[in-house]
C-alpha cells in the first residue's frame, strides 16, 4: 500500500485544531473497540438504538449510579453544566452514526473526568454499562428485554428513526473511492465514492471489499500531487466540509487501496 502524507497549510491547521478534541477521542477508541470485535457474530441487518438493546430495570440502576458519579458536572437531566449535554441536539452531533459500544469505551475509558485523569476508569465495569443505558433511555430509544452488555454494545447503531443519517460538517470521516484526474480548477475528485464513515469507527469491511457508490468527493487542501495514484482505489481521510461532505473534504491522508478502481 503506498502512502501519501499531504502537508496542510496554516489556515487548514487552525481548523485542525479546532476540531481536534473528537479526533483525539476518536484514535483512542480505535484500538479497544477493534479488539473487543472479534467476539460480535453479525446476523442480518446490524441492530440499532431502536431494537430495545437494555432493560428498564438496567436504566433504572444506571439513573441512580449516574447522578452519583456523572451529574456534578453533566447535570441531573444531562442538560450539562460542567461537562457536555449527554443529550438532544449535542447527543446527535457527537455520537450520531457511530456505535453503543463507542459510546461505551469512551466513557469506561475517560470519564468520570478529573484534572489529573486520576478518575478515569475507576468505576466497576458494570456500572459503565448502567450508565450508558441511563443515557441512551434520556435520549428516546426504546427499553426491551434483554440488558445490554459490553458484548452486545457493539455494532448497535446510533442512527435516526428514519434511518442512517449524513455525518455533521467537521467530523473527521474516512471515504472510499476512485482518485480521478485534477479538475480544470486543480480540485483532485473523488469519485464512485462510498457515504462518509466515521474515522473512529472500525472493524468494518476491508476498504478492497467495501460496495463502492455513487458519491463524488471534492479532495481539498490537497499540497502535493496524487498524480501517481490516478485510477486508483483509495481511501481518504479528512475532515468533511459541511453535513456529509457535500462540500469536499478537507483532506488528511490519501491511502491507494488497489492499483485499479472497480
Ligand atoms: C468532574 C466533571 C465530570 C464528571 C464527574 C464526569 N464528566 Fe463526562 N465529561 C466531562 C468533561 C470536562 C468532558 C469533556 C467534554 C466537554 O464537556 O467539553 C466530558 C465528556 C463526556 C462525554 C463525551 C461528550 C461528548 O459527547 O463528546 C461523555 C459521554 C461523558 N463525559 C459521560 C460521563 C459519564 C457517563 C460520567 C459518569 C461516569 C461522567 N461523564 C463524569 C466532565 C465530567
Known amino acids: 500500500m503506498r502512502r501519501v502524507r499531504l502537508i496542510s497549510g496554516s489556515c487548514v491547521r ?30 442480518g441487518a446490524p441492530p440499532s438504538v431502536w431494537d430495545g438493546v437494555f432493560t428498564t430495570d438496567q436504566a433504572e440502576r444506571g439513573r441512580r449510579l449516574f447522578l452519583a458519579n456523572c451529574a456534578e458536572c453533566h447535570g441531573d437531566n444531562l442538560e450539562g453544566g460542567e461537562g ?14 457511530s456505535t453503543v459500544g463507542e459510546l461505551l469505551t469512551f466513557v469506561r475509558t475517560n470519564m468520570p473526568f478529573s ?13 459503565y454499562v448502567d450508565i450508558v443505558t ?12 434483554q440488558e445490554l452488555t459490553p458484548a452486545s454494545s457493539l455494532g448497535v447503531r446510533v442512527i435516526r428513526r428514519e434511518g442512517p443519517g449524513e455525518l455533521p460538517a467537521s467530523t ?22 462510498t457515504r462518509p464513515t466515521r474515522a473512529s469507527s472500525t472493524g468494518r469491511t476491508p476498504d478492497r471489499d467495501v460496495a463502492l457508490g455513487d458519491r463524488e468527493y471534492d479532495l481539498k487542501f490537497v499540497l502535493t500531487s496524487l498524480t501517481r ?22 483532506v488528511s491522508s490519501v491511502d491507494s487501496v488497489t492499483d485499479t478502481c472497480n
Open 14 to 43: 487552525a481548523i485542525l485544531l479546532a476540531a481536534l478534541a473528537p479526533g483525539l477521542v476518536a484514535s483512542s477508541l480505535g484500538a479497544s473497540v477493534f479488539a473487543l470485535r472479534t467476539t460480535q457474530a453479525p446476523t
Open 84 to 97: 457536555k449535554a449527554l443529550t438532544g441536539d449535542q447527543f446527535w452531533a457527537d455520537w450520531k452514526e
Open 115 to 127: 484534572e489529573d485523569g486520576s478518575k478515569k476508569g475507576t468505576l466497576p465495569p458494570s456500572t
Open 134 to 145: 441511563h443515557i441512551l433511555k434520556t435520549n428516546g430509544f426504546p427499553e426491551g428485554v
Open 172 to 193: 473527521l470521516a474516512k471515504v472510499v473511492g476512485c482518485l480521478v484526474p485534477q479538475g480544470a480548477g486543480g480540485t483532485w475528485r473523488l469519485v464512485m465514492g
Open 229 to 250: 495514484l490516478v485510477g486508483h482505489r483509495v481511501a481518504v481521510t479528512g475532515l468533511l466540509i459541511g453535513e456529509g461532505g457535500v462540500n469536499g473534504l478537507n
